[in-house]
């Protein structure tokens, strides 16, 4: 089993839907959680950390049930903006190491 | 405050040559990453520095690649010599050495490798 899966995507969803990504982990240990963004050709960029039950942003919610060793990002009122691949991230070893989810992509149409 | 800066941004080689990376991490970053990412695929840690010491390597391929960070400030990712499967974009983060900090890491642009 991989440390980190995630949903594979594409997800393409009309702009101002609800869309969610689910991220499943291995290590029944780890403590926190992140979400990276990537855009095409560019590099990932911080989004969100989930440290206890969740976290919320704006238009973003991120969500962790560690019974099932899942996380789950739900992005509402979706914006053509929020095209890109979502990386779900759980660090090894403390916080140095981060293992990376090979990402969902969303794709935002009007 | 400067990013992460990598060069080149582009690199196209022939197999069984050899390629060097450069990266030059946010100032006053301690933490010095390589990632390799695939196409399709996250980023995969190669090597990790603190300072100039190599805090963790164990999935970079010792026989062919090689990194250095030789005034605790930049670094090179060398591949020599380079296989197709070596086509990827080799990413340089760094972080501060902040514990409670230290997973939010800068990515730079990346190099874009093609080994032809």
């Known amino acids: 089993r991989k440390e980190v899966e995630q949903d594979p995507g594409p997800f393409n969803v009309p702009e101002g839907a609800t869309v969610a990504f689910n991220c499943t982990y291995s290590n029944s240990a780890s403590q926190s959680f992140f979400w990276y963004r990537q855009d095409c050709r560019k590099e990932p960029k911080l989004l969100m950390s989930v440290y206890s039950s969740g976290n919320e942003d704006g238009r973003f919610t991120a969500q962790l049930n560690r019974a099932s060793q899942y996380i789950s990002l739900l992005i509402r009122d979706s914006k053509l903006s929020d095209s890109a691949t979502y990386l779900c991230v759980v660090p090894r070893g403390g916080y140095n190491k981060l293992i990376f989810g090979a990402g969902t992509r969303l794709a935002v149409h009007p | 405050e400067a990013g992460v800066a990598q060069s080149p941004r582009y690199k196209i080689i022939e197999k069984r040559q050899s390629v060097a990376f450069w990266c030059n991490p946010i100032s006053g970053h301690a933490t010095l990453y390589w990632y390799q990412q695939i196409l399709g695929q996250g980023p995969k840690l190669l090597i990790q520095?603190?300072?100039?010491?190599?805090?963790?390597d164990s999935q970079l391929p010792k026989d062919r690649f090689s990194a250095e960070r030789l005034k605790g400030v930049d670094s090179t990712l060398k591949i020599q010599p380079a296989k197709l499967e070596d086509s990827a974009v080799y990413l340089c983060a760094s972080s501060p050495i902040r514990v409670d900090r230290t997973y939010e890491q800068y990515f730079g642009p990346g190099t874009r490798l093609t080994v032809t």
């Open positions: 520095f603190q300072n100039n010491g190599v805090v963790d």
